[in-house]
């Protein structure tokens, strides 16, 4: 560990963060109090201002410029405070990938995402699945660290990054089997109290935070990782890092936790781990994340928000305060803890610690000022991003949207399967003529479908088409990969994707919601290829929903052999698809996922929807419900529904009441 180092931003509170020349011998009053809070941001995916790359314009429901205002505003109402970010921080919009692939980052320059965050002072950090997805060459670059693992050379110099400490415990070189990062990191800080006597004093707390990533990023990331990084459990790791943090003098220990909730059996391979967390003994605070929610939420209907032991109104898990601050700098996660100082140490009184989110979007609608000093620092980049997103690529006659994706419309998916799918078959004529007579098949989903609000769609008008609108096509930066399953795994496939849907009971005289959003739109992979056929049967329970599944019009063999395109996300394991766990891929594509679409639609010149955009697979089977069957999406989109041949859509309400500026849609399963 390198020793703790104490550091004083200037534009923050001196009162907490400046330690130089803490008081020797000095004596904190048995029986003092405090409040600290903790503010979390994790999930920004580098959306460091509030701007739509992939629609080219302004969106104020977004950005760290407009979460810096509510920081602001914390740190005011909490003079004792950290700011903590859980990860995901480097990787998910067009200016990110500009720095990591188009124009590499200088080693002199941090990330625009690390310059706004250094502004901001982020006393912590912790790291998430996505940090990984550029490599580690470069992971270790903008993070100012010096990783000791193949494939990063041994004197690369120390570069320009974040100036807090990011942690990460359970992340470890193959090489030297320590942790990649250092795992934890006590804070000395001194903060304002109020002694028994009712009287002001100024005491010495310190504070370790420790960091966890998903264990399962060493399948999503496999190609970049494999074989000079290992991952360990996440509940092992702080029963072995906490006490060390205790005995090295943490008065509190805060988890920095990029996961999210499971109550399945735990197991050191689940992605979302922390349920078990919050069992590991001296855990006083867990700062969450990944699941692009936010928690504490009275209202909220995600199913693990209801575990027990889980108070999804107060914030605690197992009685421990956790904060999940949704995802793109859209909400502050704030803990207040109320401490107590016992002669030794100070203690959390979790009767009276406070957890909450705070939104960037007002009570009327509106949305809070961004703090003018965040656009200027990144300036440069972000105009650069727009030049090169505006790099055109060819055209299209028809509007390609995720609105109604889930109910059927393959605008936005069909392209994708066609440049996998073409391009797989093109590289096997080419490379691997034992493969040649097997059909070649791809799968692609809808990486945007609404999870974070109405502005969260594909959405690609008519007209020219430049890279901005490639990128909204195919979110991720993903590398192409190829499987190969028989029948049986294909259905399997389909089975899980198929548990995108909530089950529906036809009797039912009650509205039932169609999609279970518990399963992100991305792990709903669909085929678009006339030679195949199913359907989608929501009255039968998830894994038996797929039914009349047919190749060029006869019933599909579980022994029929195909090739799949897909990416390296799904092939390796992402998502928990059966059989899908790497041991089938037969190509490693070297080219990415995006790239292999930008150099299809270049080569169409024009993408029509009779030729790119009218092919569907699936299809639900049709029953008749006694009640409504009801699913979100942005309001007044029903004629692109019916652009989409999708006649049984219709509006029922265009504001849904969730606050995310969704509306209500009802489908006719009958028709």
Known sequence: MRP?????????PTLLLGCAGLPHGETTPVGAQATLALLETTDLHATVLSYDYYKLKADPSIGLERTATLIKQARTEFPNNLLLDNGDAIQGTALADYQALVAPVSCGQPLAIYKAMNALGVDGGGIGNHEFNYGLAYLNQVTASHFDVDGVPANAPRCAGPNFPIVLANIYSAKTRRPLFEPYRILTRRISATGPDGKPVTATIKVGIIGFAPTVVMSWDKHWLEGKVYAEGVRETALKYIPQMRAQGADLVVAISHGGLDGAPYSPEMENANYYLAQVPGVDAMMIGHSHQPFPDAASKVPEFGLPDVDKAKGTVHGVPAVMANLWGKHLGVIGLRLKYDGKAWVVDKSRTTVEVRSTRN???????????????????????????????????????????????????????????AYVQNYVKANMPQYAALPVLSMASPFKAGAAGAGDYTDVKPGGLALNNVADLYLYPNALHVVKVDGAGLKAWLE????????????????????????????????SDADISYQIDVTKPAGQRIAALRYKGAALSPAQEFLVATNNYRASGGGAFPGLDGSKTVLASPDASRDVLIAYIQQQKNVTRLRNGST?????AP????????????????????????????????DDGGGKGLALYAIDLAI
Not at 645 to 650: D, M
């Open 4 to 12: 703790v180092v104490c550091r004083l931003t200037l534009a923050l």
């Open 363 to 421: 009570a009327d609608g509106s949305y809070v000022a961004a703090d003018p000093a965040i656009a200027p620092m990144v300036a440069a980049e972000h105009e650069a991003t727009i030049g090169y997103v505006k790099t055109p690529v060819g055209s299209s006659d028809f509007r390609m949207t995720t609105y109604f994706a889930d109910v059927g419309d393959t605008s936005a998916v069909e392209v994708v399967n066609q440049a996998q799918t």
């Open 496 to 527: 899980k994707a198929a548990e995108r849907f909530n089950r529906i009971d036809p009797a039912s005289g009650a509205q039932q919601e169609l999609v279970n959003t518990a399963v992100p739109g991305f792990n709903f992979d669909m085929l």
């Open 623 to 654: 029953v008749t419900t006694k009640g409504a069957v009801v699913f979100h999406s942005a309001p007044n989109m029903v004629e692109l529904a019916r652009e989409a041949g999708l006649k049984a859509v219709t509006q029922l309400k265009t």
């Open 616 to 620: 569907r697979s699936w299809r639900f």
